[in-house]
């Protein structure tokens, strides 16, 4: 059964880091590409980041790029999103999912299995 748990979320002031981690089980991290998505209160949803665990390549949103860093640890199943420099537009429920390889994985089609979010607030 693929599955993909999320956590990490919590409460930082502006400019500061959080890292999420998404723990996935069911399949191998080389059959999908893993994204993190976050969706806020009256905004559309947003992929902002992804990762192809076969050869390594990541992408990211322009609203993201330069702060945040995907990462994974294949032995633990695990992809991780490392938010830094935070900033009062990043708020918002995240959550990873998997998409097809070589599908366009910040898409808003192509999503499969998805993980309950975790919400990621940034206030002074």
């Known amino acids: 059964q693929v599955q993909l748990v999320v956590s990490g979320g919590g409460l930082v002031q502006p400019g500061g880091s959080l890292r999420l981690s998404c723990v996935t089980s069911?399949?191998?991290?080389?059959?999908?590409?893993i994204t993190w998505i976050r969706q806020a209160p009256g905004k559309k949803r947003e992929g902002v980041s992804c990762?192809?665990?076969?050869?390594?390549?990541?992408y990211y949103a322009d609203s993201v790029k330069g702060r945040f860093t995907i990462s994974r640890n294949d032995a633990k199943n695990t992809v991780y999103l490392q938010m830094n420099a935070l900033e009062p537009e990043d708020p918002a429920v995240y959550f990873c999912?998997?998409?097809?390889?070589?599908?366009?994985?910040?898409?808003?089609?192509?999503?499969?299995?998805w993980g309950k979010g975790t919400l990621v607030t940034v206030s002074s």
């Open positions: 999912a998997t998409y097809p390889l070589y599908s366009d994985c910040l898409s808003d089609y192509g999503m499969g299995t």
């Open positions: 990762i192809r665990s076969s050869d390594g390549n990541t």
């Open positions: 069911g399949f191998s991290l080389d059959d999908y590409q």
